[in-house]
Structure formats: C-alpha cells, structure tokens
C-alpha cells in the first residue's frame, strides 16, 4: 500500500478551480516531484496534504487512513511537514527556538525540544548559527532553517514547497544534498521545484500539474519526452534530441 493516497482532490478558492480531481500515491521512502506552471495549483494541494485547508471533495489518506480535514496540528501529529514557499521563520526568536517550535510538535519538554532541536540544527548544517536571531540568516540559511523546523517534527512525509528556489547553482546543490540526507532518514518526500536540471535526477517519479488538474505522472525520463508537457510547462529547450 502507498504510504501517502491523494484521491480525486478538489478545492476551488470562489471561481477559481486551484484543484481539480487530483489522485495519485507516493510510495514509502520515495521523493516525487511536484512540477507545473505558477498558478497550477502545487502550494494548494500542499496545502490539503498538510490540513491548513480542507478539500471540497476526495480524500488524502496516510497509511490508509484520511488526515484530509484533520487541519494542520493533528496532521503533524501523524507525521505530514511541510515548508513554505515564502520562508516563515519567527524573524525575533533565535535559530534554536524556531527549531524548538517544530519539536513541540511532538514533546511538551522544554529540555528534550531544545536536545531534538540542536541535534536536527546539526543534520541540517545550522549548528554555528543555533543563537542568532532568525532574521540574521542569510537567504539559503533560511531555507535550511524551514526545513529543520519541518524536520524537528519528526515527519514521515516531508513537503518542501521551492526550498531552493532563488539560490545560487552552488547553494542550490547544497540543497540537494541535504534533501538526500532527509530521504536517507527513511522520510518520505515530494518537492516542488522548478529548476529541472535539479529536480529530475532527485525524483523517482514526477507528477505535472497545469491549471489545476494532472496532465500526467511518470519517470523523468518520460516527463521530459511528454509534448503535453513541453507544451504546457518545459518549452522547447527540452524537446526530445
Ligand atoms: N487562499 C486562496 N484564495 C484564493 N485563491 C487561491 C488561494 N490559494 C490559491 N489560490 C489560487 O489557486 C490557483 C493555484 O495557486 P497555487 O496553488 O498557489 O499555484 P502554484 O503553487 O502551482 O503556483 C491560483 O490561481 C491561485 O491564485
Ligand atoms: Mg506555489
């Protein structure tokens, strides 16, 4: 069984359809690729998966059970993070403290959120910076610093909304690298992204949404070969050689 079941998800803000009958599953220990046009509807579903907002029909179902509707605490309860796209660290509280908040997701102690706090500022190459105020981070440090806050909750999946958007080539595979760090924790990902020369050689399987709906799920290879893909989303540059 697939560890995360998304099931005919719709979610319509007013007139606008953000959402439209989206299904497929993601595998344990799997990072898939959420990719597609701005506006196609990524952050929303995100948005479901994470319980900030309830879908207007269908289900997400983890381990078989639905958390769609459950609303985000209870969803981090059972183990769904995620990162936002606009970063959004406590800009006043410290690095640590920022990181203790994930942790009391899943400890009311102050002692053991701030020993999970350290040890995920550590995984996540914050350690020197554990004191200073959040505001003081350089851009790809805040990045770094969403995702230990995710972290700190100890998911089983992990949704990371353009962590590396906005980097330098050099920053941006230091991203990379410690999103591989994050899937060898056995956590279970999907990321959206828009680089592709970044995103594909990270995915098992990428799934494309345009205008709200699913235009297909493949393997990369397949992705890049797909004309309605090309059409919609990649452009000329990655038409078939
Ligand atoms: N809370 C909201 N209220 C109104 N419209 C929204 C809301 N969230 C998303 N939308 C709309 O839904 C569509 C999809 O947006 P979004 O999910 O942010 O796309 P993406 O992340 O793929 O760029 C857009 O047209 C956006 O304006
Ligand atoms: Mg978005």
């Not at 914050?126 to 995710?150: C, F, T």
Request: some cysteine; aromatic content about 4%.
């Amino acid at each position: 069984m697939a560890l995360l079941e998304i099931a005919g998800v719709s979610k319509s803000f007013g007139g606008v359809a953000a959402n439209v009958d989206i299904s497929f599953e993601v595998a344990e220990g799997e990072i898939l690729g959420l990719i597609g046009p701005n506006g196609a509807g990524k952050t929303s579903l995100f948005n479901s998966i994470a319980g900030e907002v309830t879908p207007d029909s269908g289900e997400i179902r983890l381990d078989g059970i639905r958390v769609s509707g459950l609303g985000p605490v209870e969803c981090a309860a059972r183990g769904i993070a995620r990162t936002f796209q606009v970063v959004r660290s406590f800009d006043s509280m410290t690095v640590l403290e920022n990181v203790m908040v994930g942790a009391f997701a899943r400890t009311a102690h102050a002692r053991e959120a701030m020993r999970e706090a350290t040890e995920t500022l550590d995984f996540c190459g914050l350690r020197g910076r554990a004191d200073r105020p959040a505001w003081s981070l350089s851009p790809p440090e805040k990045r770094r610093l969403e995702v230990a806050r995710a972290l700190a909750t100890h998911p089983r999946v992990l949704l990371l909304d353009e962590m590396l958007t906005g980097l330098t080539p050099t920053e941006a595979q230091e991203g990379v690298q410690l999103v591989r760090d994050v899937q060898r924790r056995g956590i279970t990902i999907i990321m959206v992204e828009h680089v592709m020369e970044i995103v594909l050689p990270l995915v098992s399987r990428a799934v494309v949404l345009n205008l709200g709906r699913v235009l297909t799920i493949g393997q990369p290879a397949e992705i890049v070969r797909n004309p309605e893909v090309i059409r919609a989303y990649l452009g000329d540059r990655y038409a078939a050689a």
